[in-house]
């Protein structure tokens, strides 16, 4: 069995970020956010806000609460990616860590050179495993066949998510781009998202796009759940990795939330 003290550290340690967030209530040129004595003078000295009682605890509370329910799934959402890509490292025993990643290049309207990174990479010819290489071999084609795509030479390139809740389209077009370059690179391009929670038409515009999807769904195959590919494609089994360390995982969130909705 894997190593779970690391694995646990590599999805909760973001969420310390959570605990020491402040909010900025528009003074962006301060590192740190205010905290409750800083807001409660900056709304008292504003006599619209004072006179309609806005500089109060439970006004402060509630915009901490409201950016760090942002900040909360962000850094899941980080967490999700550390885990992955220790996953795929100890399950391919690459012997250099740059192959767990994948990034390109491309231009800025200012003509500027701007480094996109992917969270995670299966680098075929990189894979020790032998086992391991065998069976992403055989689910790359599996894939490509689903997508009905060529198989690619390369391996596949991963973007982690922990959800995917939003429409946004200017994150929907820079995927649908990612996607375009891996294939052009020689890579299936796979989100890997670990909630259930994803809108279907956005699957089915990444996946007429040619971009695989996995989601986190307990049953299904390894081309449509995440649990099912890390189970039987990567030898690990992260659903039971959650359901064993469920106790302890809630223990973390339920103090990070208590820390953000608290006006201290």
């Known amino acids: ?57 439970l006004m402060y509370a509630a915009h901490k609460a409201a950016g ?23 399950s391919t025993g690459y012997e250099d860590l740059k192959y767990s990643t994948w990034s390109y290049t491309t ?10 990174t992917l969270d995670g990479r299966l680098e075929l010819a990189a894979i020790q495993n032998s086992d391991i290489k065998a069976k992403v071999t055989q689910w790359i ?10 198989v690619p ?45 994803i809108d279907a038409d956005l699957v089915l515009r990444y996946r007429n796009s040619r971009g695989g999807v996995i989601i986190g769904n307990v049953s299904g195959s390894s081309t449509t759940s995440l649990f099912v590919f890390c189970k039987e494609v990567l030898d690990y089994d992260l659903a039971d990795f959650f359901q064993r360390n469920s106790e302890l995982i809630k223990k973390e969130m339920l103090t990070t939330l208590e820390i953000l909705l608290s006006a201290k």
């Open 1 to 57: 069995m894997a190593d779970d003290e690391l694995y646990l550290n590599k999805f909760l340690n973001p969420l310390n970020v959570c605990k020491r967030y402040q909010p900025k209530l528009g003074q962006g040129n301060k590192q740190q956010g205010l905290n409750l004595t800083q807001f409660l003078s900056l709304y008292g000295a504003d006599p619209f806000y004072s006179w309609i009682g806005l500089d109060s605890d």
């Open 68 to 90: 760090g329910m942002t900040s909360i799934y962000r850094q899941i959402g980080r967490g999700c990616e550390n885990l992955f890509r220790q996953i795929l490292i100890d």
């Open 107 to 116: 231009k800025t309207k200012a003509n500027k050179d701007k480094v996109l």
């Open 141 to 150: 084609v599996d894939y490509s066949r689903f997508l009905n795509v060529p």
């Open 153 to 197: 030479a390369n391996g596949a390139v991963f973007e982690v998510r922990q959800g995917y809740k939003s429409k946004d389209s200017k994150r929907q077009n820079a995927d649908i781009d990612n996607v375009a370059v891996a294939w052009a690179n020689g890579y299936l391009p796979v989100f890997a998202i670990f909630s259930s929670q």
